[in-house]
């Protein structure tokens, strides 16, 4: 008899916090995991809108006629398309901040450091954001930089689009 294929479960918002609450127990203060945990799902929707955007500027400049090999270094100026993003009511965000950068991370000792920093940043490049954000939150919450990643895994799996 053959086995049963095995059905994979939707995931819903709840699945996925509860995912990151359990991989944080016992990790951090509850003050701590809650700052930290907003952090990452903030940064993960903010990178989102950031790509769909530079997408639809991409695109907009194709339908333009532009060359999409010399529109791909145009697209990632800042001083080009920092407007575009603000009007959109997108943040724009350095290649560093961007969620890409941040899932791709490596789970190694520099990760809570390089979160932090990322936070800093978002925090100069936009006025909008200064005091809105837990400053050195991943430093001081002194989670493992592999239970930091496992956290930052599960939060790659929200998206805008799904929920």
Do not use: H
């Amino acid at each position: 008899m053959a086995k049963k294929a095995k059905v994979e479960k939707e995931l819903r918002l709840e699945d996925i916090l509860f995912n990151c609450r359990d991989q944080l127990r016992g990790k951090a203060s509850m003050a701590d995991k809650r700052d930290l945990l907003l952090t990452l799902v903030f940064l993960r929707f903010i990178g989102e809108k950031f790509t769909n955007q530079k997408e639809i500027i991409y695109n907009e400049q194709i339908a333009k006629g532009r060359d999409p090999e010399k529109d791909a270094a145009f697209i990632a100026s800042k001083l080009e398309y920092k407007p575009a993003y603000a009007k959109a009511g997108v943040f724009y965000l350095p290649e560093e901040c961007r969620w890409e950068t941040i899932a791709a991370a490596n789970a190694d000792a520099t990760l809570p450091m390089t979160l932090d920093n990322i936070i800093n940043q978002l925090e100069l490049d936009n006025a909008t954001l200064k005091g809105a954000l837990p400053q050195k939150i991943f430093t001081s919450a002194g989670i493992a930089p592999k239970d930091l990643k496992a956290v930052i895994d599960e939060v790659s799996k929200i998206s805008q689009k799904r929920f």
